[in-house]
């Protein structure tokens, strides 16, 4: 007899399949095995793609939110003496033309230098960037209101502020007041000599990135022009744009008002190389973790085989009923498709609850391992990121089905093939 596709009877019959117990010929160990194979796969794609976006977002929001979107700096000319100056003596004025590009939302004149930090016993270098208090307070992950920070940046005009990192291997504290040694000091008769000078620092700020926060140092731009020689000069433009991940869009207006000698350098130019990286690594992981999906969904052919051998006599019977072959073969690609769903549904709910409670996770582990199962210098975030997508989370559970659905196919168009007279000539 003729029915409509997937009727409910055809339901029934497969579920009833698989509530079967083992001496009934019902569900086997294979199926078993498959259904957890795919919940674990299908927990290891979505965690993996989670934990990949959460550490790309992390990456680039750490980069964009405690350094430029696009440094404007000089050429260079050529002074008296013959050496290049790429110094930039009207800033203020280069500064305002790049503000008043659509899309720009902070361009902020700096001074740019290295020095030797000093407190005590303990030393380190350390980048300098000379800069305005009203621009330091629109960097989002220094001096912005979101920032992690410790002391009052209102006082920042008397001192300095540093790096957290810095801080805790110098041993310095709010209100300390360490030494800076530029070898580029006082011009004299008989050369430059190193400059030194003291500094109270007045602000400490963790900006989510191990290598910034233990090298960087801000001053009063004022200061670092005398204390780097830049009477008068600065030697980059800080930008900001509306949306970083489009910085190209940027270049050309920006280049256009900046100046003939002017060049540019973008986030992207200083990490694309990475983040280039990140995205193969991430199609890899996906093709990887999807081998490992089909190889589980692979076990639900073998479950379904036995599952034929053992209904013989049952598709016989339903022959002569008068089920057609179509009927057969539905009611065993629900049998397999049923497994493939259940272990997806609990895959995605496994694979959430990883993603969501990652850090509690990482935090065991770390505390297990005693404390090297993340190393922030190696990796330059201090904790492992994850952010669930639905872009992710579909990607993950179309593939767990379309894999389920295809081995299911071959299978249960062997059961529709079992000739009913073979079937029961034994019975």
């Known amino acids: 007899m003729s029915t409509r596709p997937f009727a409910p009877f055809e339901f029934m019959i497969a579920w009833r399949y698989l509530r079967a117990r083992r001496a009934e010929g019902g569900v086997s160990v294979m199926t078993w095995i498959s259904l957890v194979g795919i919940a674990l796969g299908v927990m290891a794609l979505i965690a993996t793609l989670a934990v990949r976006t959460g550490f790309r977002a992390e990456f680039i929001d750490t980069i964009v939110g405690s350094n430029a979107h696009v440094t404007v700096y000089s050429a260079g000319t050529r002074n008296a003496a013959g050496f290049l100056d790429r110094t930039i003596a009207d800033y203020a004025e280069q500064a305002a033309a790049i503000r008043a590009v659509e899309g720009v939302t902070r361009a902020a004149p700096l001074v740019r230098g290295q020095v030797m930090m000093t407190l005590g016993q303990e030393s380190n270098v350390a980048d300098v960037y000379g800069i305005a208090l009203e621009d330091l307070r629109t960097i989002p992950r220094v001096g912005g209101a979101e920032a992690e920070a410790r002391g009052d940046l209102s006082r920042f005009d008397d001192g300095i502020a540093i790096g957290s990192g810095l801080a805790r291997e110098l041993g310095v504290g ?3 007041r360490v030494r800076l040694i530029s070898p580029n000091g006082a011009r004299t008769a008989m050369g430059t000599a190193p400059r030194v000078a003291a500094f109270e620092v007045v602000y400490i700020f963790t900006a989510g990135r191990w290598d910034i ?4 140092v801000y001053m009063p731009f004022a200061e670092a022009q005398r204390y780097f020689n830049r009477e008068g000069r600065a030697d980059e433009i800080e930008v900001h744009v509306a949306d970083p991940e489009r910085v190209d869009d940027w270049t050309m207006p920006i280049l256009s008002v900046a100046g003939p000698t002017a060049m540019l350098w973008s986030w992207r130019d200083a990490s694309g190389a990475f983040l280039a990286a990140l995205d193969i690594e991430d199609d ?13 969904a692979m076990n639900i052919t073998s479950g379904l085989i036995m599952l034929v051998k053992n209904k013989g006599r049952d598709i ?5 009923m008068g089920l057609t072959e179509g009927t057969i073969l539905r009611v065993f690609f629900l049998c397999g498709a049923f497994t493939g769903v259940i272990g997806t549904a609990a895959g995605v709910v496994l694979g959430c609850l990883l993603a969501l409670y990652i850090d509690q996770i990482m935090g065991f ?11 922030p210098s190696i990796r330059g975030l201090y904790r492992l990121p994850a952010e669930l997508r639905a872009w992710d989370v579909g990607r993950a559970v179309a593939l767990s089905l379309t894999l389920s659905f295809v081995v299911t196919w071959f299978p249960a168009r062997r059961a529709a093939r079992l000739n009913p007279v073979e079937a029961l000539r034994y019975e």
Do not use: E
């Not at 016989?316 to 002569?320: A, D, F, K, M, N």
């Open 316 to 320: 016989g019977i339903l022959r002569t």
């Open 213 to 216: 926060d233990r090298t960087r």
């Open 174 to 176: 709010l209100g300390d």
């Open 365 to 375: 582990v770390n505390w297990i391992s005693g404390g090297g199962a993340w190393d």
């Open 284 to 296: 890899v992981m996906f093709v990887i973790l999807s081998i490992l999906v089909l190889i589980a």
